[in-house]
């Protein structure tokens, strides 16, 4: 019969502070989008970014541009595969917990604009649906300061 492993609800504070490194300063691309984490849960992971001029796609609406909306959600699916893999090896050390994210990458994107993306910043979910031995799924969501649902995303990414 299988082991059955439980799964944590919470990380340690090693991983946690490693995680947030590569996602916040790492990962470059995600400093010009200013992609802050701000949850990091073994389930699912939240996270903000502000409103900025550099981040406008139709001047005379004040909108996000529909790329930022992709390039977030995208990222964010990233994120929670990383929590997911994380939760996985509870027993191995921090560090090598954390070296396991080396070969992850998106294989496939789907994002649905539902709203105008309009206000002084956005928040961001996103869960694993299912992390396999290869590949993982993943749903996102893009939300406005209301908690109004924006838009979303569901992705595909290798994890090995």
Known sequence: ?????????????????????????RI?????????ITGLKPDHVTGRIQMRHE???HYSHNRVHGGVISATLDAMGGLACMAAIGARHM?????????RFSKLGTIDLRIDYLRPGVG???????????LGSRVASTRMEFRAPDGKLLSTGAGAYIVS
């Open 28 to 36: 470059v691309f995600n400093q010009v989008l200013g992609l802050k």
């Open 55 to 57: 981040l406008i796609g």
């Open 120 to 130: 002084e910043y956005f928040e961001l979910r996103a869960e694993v649906l299912r």
């Open 91 to 99: 027993d191995e050390p921090p560090q090598q917990r954390l070296q």
């Open 1 to 25: 019969m299988p082991r059955t492993v439980p799964t944590p609800t919470e990380f340690d504070t090693e991983f946690v502070e490693g995680l947030t490194r590569i996602f916040e300063e």
